[in-house]
């Protein structure tokens, strides 16, 4: 009788996670690692109970356990959907989580557009004395060559562009059950993705200009290198998603998993898209232009 009134649910009770605990856990040895190695970086000691901390090590300690516990946590997702856990309402929560992760990430990225457009539209403030030393009140500021936004960031703009299209490409060829396609676009996608990483960092080692020039380099490194950090993270998001189509985890019914990565991932496209408009085109107006 039991089995039947809990049959009538459309939800499912887990086992206890030791997931969220450890997670935390490892994400708190990270951030007290990373003052570890601040203290380490400026010279000095952090005893702790007579043993010098100031060192790198815990910090890394920190993100091995916070790897472990995202693979061990996906890793659970993965087999309670295979088991028939994720009914209509736990797959709804799933999406819910990753709208409210996506949102998060967007806030983020809202601070570094609010510091960059603080800067550039406001380089001559009379109250900030440094920003109008530096920037000489014009922006760009004197003596800063930019890079030339239809070079290789158009080449980056271009590539993203054709990533999302692949991808678009494979999430539609798993709706109409063609693995094949499924395979192939996730592949493109994958590789476009590797692609644009490699231009920018090409870029970042030929930019005639560095992150302690000014606040024009520290608002231009700041806003796309954590753009391409996103990138990285969802080049290895799309990975996985590729090594498990090919293993046929995905169908045409439960795939959130490859959802989830689509919407990441076409969110970075976006980001960009206002990056490039803003950071490389509008913010290069009346600049010089370096030489490639």
């Given at each position: ?28 040895v ?10 380490y ?6 005893p ?40 209509r ?17 967007v806030m ?7 510091v ?9 403030e ?10 000489g009140?014009i ?30 490409w ?5 709706l109409?059950?063609?693995?094949k396609?499924?395979?192939?676009g ?19 080692a ?5 992150f ?30 590729l090594?498990r ?7 045409p ?12 991932w076409?969110?970075?496209?976006v980001?960009?898209?206002f990056?490039?408009?803003?950071i ?13």
């Amino acid at each position: 009788m039991a089995e039947a009134n809990a049959k009538q649910h459309d939800y499912h009770i887990l086992d206890p996670s030791p997931w969220p605990v450890l997670g935390s856990l490892g994400a708190l040895v990270m951030c007290i690692g990373g003052v570890f190695w601040m203290q380490y970086l400026k010279g000095n000691e952090f005893p702790v109970f007579g043993v010098n901390m100031a060192s790198p090590w815990p910090f890394w300690v920190g993100v091995l356990i916070v790897l472990y516990t995202m693979y061990g946590w996906w890793s659970d997702t993965v087999k309670e959907a295979h088991e028939g856990h994720h009914t209509r309402v736990v797959s709804l929560h799933l999406r819910y989580g990753m709208i409210m992760f996506i949102a998060s990430e967007v806030m983020f990225f809202v601070a570094w557009f609010w510091v960059f457009f603080d800067a550039s539209l406001f380089p001559g403030e009379t109250v900030q004395y440094a920003r109008n030393e530096y920037t000489g009140g014009i922006w760009p500021p004197k003596g800063i060559e930019v890079l030339d936004p239809f070079y290789l960031p158009l080449y980056n703009t271009i590539i993203l562009l054709l990533s999302g299209t692949s991808l678009t490409w494979a999430h539609h060829a798993l709706l109409n059950n063609d693995r094949k396609g499924l395979i192939n676009g996730l592949a493109i996608t994958v590789a476009l993705g590797v692609l644009f990483s490699f231009v920018q960092a090409y870029e970042y080692a030929h930019a005639p200009f560095a992150f302690k020039d000014s606040i024009y380099g520290a608002t231009f490194f700041m806003a796309t290198g954590f753009h391409g950090f996103h990138v990285f993270v969802g080049t290895i998001f799309l990975i996985v998603c590729l090594i498990r189509a090919i293993r046929g985890d995905f169908t045409p019914k439960q795939h959130f998993g490859l959802e989830a990565a689509a919407w990441y991932w076409h969110f970075v496209d976006v980001v960009w898209l206002f990056l490039y408009a803003t950071i490389y085109v509008w913010a290069s107006m009346g600049g010089v232009i370096a030489v490639h």
